[in-house]
């Protein structure tokens, strides 16, 4: 019985905290990611409308977080789609430990303020 309970205030405390981070991404945020980037995060194309991109997919648990989102254009995109970053960039034979390398220095100088 007790466990149940405990179960229960964990899940409950699980959904606030997933419910707060949801739509943690700022437009100052956003805009100081297109700044820090300087284009797509993916191939440095600086298409007209370089987009919201989850590097964790949302369908995967990924949320909309200055850890979590970086621009990408139309095309990479909508190439990457569902995929979990690494193995994208993987496929697209592209360097992602220098991807995540600047993307962790991004993300941690933007949340530093
Ligand atoms: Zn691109």
């Not at 943690?24 to 993916?42: R, V």
Request: hydrophobic share 35%; charged share 25%; net charge positive.
């Amino acid at each position: 019985m007790a466990s149940r309970t405990r179960a229960a205030t964990y899940a409950r405390r699980r959904k606030r905290r997933m419910a707060r981070v949801e739509h943690d991404l700022t437009d100052e945020q956003w805009f100081a990611l297109l700044e820090a980037w300087g284009g797509c995060a993916y191939c440095g194309g600086d298409g007209a409308a370089l987009q919201k991109d989850c590097m964790l997919p949302i369908s995967r648990g990924g949320r909309y977080t200055v850890a979590n989102v970086v621009p990408a254009c139309g095309s990479c995109n909508a190439s990457k789609c569902n995929t979990e970053v690494t193995t994208w960039l993987r496929r697209k034979k592209r360097d992602d430990g220098a991807f995540l390398l600047r993307q962790a220095e991004i993300a941690r100088s933007l949340a530093v303020g």
